[in-house]
């Protein structure tokens, strides 16, 4: 499989929707984004996994004002994958309504799906020390 322009396109929207959707509170839409079996993995976070994107709106609304007021996504990298699947490494900031931010990376398989790209697997990993720890 070769990624086309549009591909590329299409995952970096992707990608990016995820915060439009959490900021905008319309939780209900992640399946806009992720596959509806999706594994969000949280653990260095030292959270359980969550499993299906109604458990990662569920998360979301019980974590409710702790929550950023922005998601930003930068710097964004897709490797394709013999198996058709794509790897994305994404850079995410968090902006607190308080003003303290914090720096994630996001690591992600992406799948075609017949409604359009989805994000099936995230890996979401603190950044806590300067040059890879």
Known sequence: MTLTCEDRCAITELI???GHLC???E???LDEVFTIDVIYDVTDFGQEV???VA???EAGRALGELNPVGHH???TVLSEQTDGRVHARSKGIG???DGTTGSVTYEDTIVRMDRGWRISHRKVLARRV???G
Request: hydrophobic residues 40%; aromatic residues 4%; proline residues 4%.
């Open 16 to 18: 990016a929707m995820h």
């Open 55 to 57: 458990a990662c709106a």
């Open 130 to 132: 300067p040059l890879g």
């Open 73 to 75: 996504v930068t710097n």
């Open 23 to 25: 900021d905008s509170g």
């Open 50 to 52: 969550l499993r299906g």
């Open 27 to 29: 939780l209900d839409r």
């Open 95 to 97: 902006v607190y309504a």
